[in-house]
């Protein structure tokens, strides 16, 4: 994998696009094969309006990489509250990142990495308190080699609303 060429750019994500960031998490999702097609735009416009409230709120914080002033890649972090834990016995901020995805014909030129530094390196000024990710076995390699660490999770599978 190289790094990315002077081609390319970063700046964050403005509240205008949360369309733009649910059209990746569409993405995402489609290519790890967990969304049925049938939910597909159930689940784009529901994001729209997820992310354009979180994005007006601040408690989500976006960054995109740009191809001749065209989003090719993205990733966030959506802030949340987080309660006494060990090793953290106070009221703190945690970070949950989210939505790290690059258009395929832009994949292997270092953006998911420069992205995630970018994240990471905020995460630290910020002084968050916790940061964790659901990685896909595509991503996996790359959390681990900037440092993420596997945690235990399950999860229950509640009916779906109709």
């Known amino acids: 994998m190289s790094k990315p060429s002077t081609s390319y750019s970063f700046r964050t994500?403005?509240?205008?696009?949360?369309?733009?960031i649910a059209r990746h998490r569409i993405a995402m999702f489609r290519d790890m094969g967990t969304l049925p097609a049938a939910e597909e735009d159930a689940l784009q416009q529901a994001s729209?309006?997820?992310?354009?409230?979180?994005?007006?709120?601040?408690k989500y914080v976006g960054w995109f990489a740009l191809h001749e002033e065209k989003i090719v890649a993205g990733g966030g972090i959506h802030?949340?509250?987080?309660?006494?834990?060990p090793g953290s016995p106070y009221l703190g901020r945690w970070g949950?990142?989210?939505n790290v995805y690059t258009e395929p014909e832009?994949?292997?030129?270092?953006?998911?990495?420069?992205?995630?530094?970018?994240?990471?390196?905020?995460?630290?000024?910020?002084?968050?308190d916790r940061v964790t990710l659901t990685a896909s076995d595509f991503?996996?390699?790359?959390?681990e080699a900037l440092?993420?660490?596997?945690?235990?999770?399950?999860?229950?599978?509640?009916?779906?609303?109709?």
């Open 106 to 128: 832009h994949r292997r030129h270092g953006l998911a990495r420069s992205l995630m530094k970018l994240i990471l390196d905020w995460t630290v000024a910020e002084k968050l």
């Open 13 to 20: 994500a403005l509240p205008t696009e949360a369309a733009v």
């Open 139 to 143: 991503g996996k390699p790359l959390y």
């Open 96 to 98: 949950y990142i989210m």
């Open 79 to 85: 802030l949340r509250e987080l309660g006494p834990v």
């Open 147 to 162: 440092g993420l660490t596997a945690i235990n999770e399950m999860k229950f599978e509640i009916a779906r609303r109709t």
């Open 48 to 58: 729209i309006a997820w992310f354009t409230e979180l994005l007006e709120q601040g």
